[in-house]
């Protein structure tokens, strides 16, 4: 009896936690200045270094790790080209698509001195360099941040062959006996931060995605009343994501899987947008060329090969 009562407690604790959490989430987007939520946002990035912690604090057999990754073995088996196009679609993912663009429109707005560049030509050139200097910046650091986290993991947790892992809260407590207290609470406050930091941009795409292709208005820097289908779409995916932690799915194999569909939708996503960046029509002077239109298709093309490479294997 005694046993049933703190299975109840427990659940009951785990569900209260997860909804204030999503609600929390939520409520940042809908109710908080998008100033002061983007500077939010920006100070949350913090926790990532967390991960870069945990990656001091454990043996890492560098030799072989940078045998591993700048030689990479491929193989024929369908998992590695899956885990290839998983990693790639976290890369290539709807942040790029959706919200960072959408954010981009955003600080026109919320900056009074900046103007849409079809009108104001000439703040092309800063714009451009602004916009160039953020992704460099950010996507260095996401990649540096994801290769720590796969160095740790392989280093502490694949080792020891724990490879089956439903739960961040899992993985945070399978890496303590092996790495020690100090590597599992670094790593533990990186799951938080990340949480924090991703489960807001995520549900955002996913507003925006929704809320430009129904042509409703949307912007957190909209008050609420003024963009009701697009915060109602905010809550909405907060919800269901909560709601995938009181069902029998494996939230991780979850993320896995979203990342795989991401991977397999980007190749078209970023075909169509190379298209309308390359056009003069569409773009005007902004027109993409020269290297940055070689780079662009080489990483279209890529990710193509990837997707073709998982559909191969898994049929063959």
Not at 72 to 84: I, Q
Request: aromatic fraction near 10%; charge should be positive.
């Amino acid at each position: 009896m005694r046993t049933h009562r703190f299975a109840g407690f427990a659940l009951a604790y785990s569900m209260l936690h997860h909804t204030l959490f999503a609600s929390g989430c939520a409520g940042l987007q809908v109710f908080i200045d998008y100033a002061r939520y983007a500077k939010l946002l920006k100070w949350l990035t913090i926790s990532l270094f967390a991960y870069f912690g945990t990656l001091l604090a454990v043996h890492i057999p560098w030799g072989e790790a940078a045998r591993g990754f700048f030689i990479p073995s491929l193989t024929t088996d369908s998992r590695m080209w899956t885990t290839v196009v998983a990693i790639l679609g976290t890369t290539i993912s709807p942040y790029l698509f959706f919200w960072q663009a959408s954010q981009e429109v955003e600080d026109i707005a919320d900056v009074p001195a900046r103007k849409p560049l079809v009108k104001a030509p000439a703040q092309g050139a800063d714009a451009i360099e602004r916009i160039k200097l953020d992704t460099y910046v950010g996507m260095a650091l996401s990649n540096l941040v994801a290769l720590a986290i796969m160095f740790t993991t392989a280093a502490t947790l694949h080792v020891h062959g724990i490879t089956n892992i439903e739960t961040s809260q899992q993985a945070a407590e399978a890496l303590k006996p092996i790495a020690g207290e100090f590597a599992f609470a670094v790593f533990a406050l990186g799951v938080i931060g990340t949480g924090l930091l991703a489960v807001p941009v995520l549900a955002g795409s996913a507003a925006y995605a929704l809320g430009e292709s129904r042509r409703w208005p949307v912007g957190l820097a909209r008050q609420p009343k003024h963009a009701k289908a697009f915060y109602g779409a905010i809550v909405i995916a907060t919800l269901v994501g909560t709601s995938i932690c009181f069902s029998p799915l494996d939230p991780i194999k979850a993320l896995f899987w979203s990342a795989v569909l991401n991977g397999l939708v980007a190749a078209p996503v970023m075909a169509m947008m190379m298209l309308t960046a390359s056009n003069q029509r569409v773009m005007g002077e902004f027109a993409v060329s020269g290297a940055l239109r070689v780079t662009g298709w080489i990483a279209t093309a890529a990710m193509a090969a990837a997707s073709a490479g998982m559909i191969l294997t898994a049929v063959i």
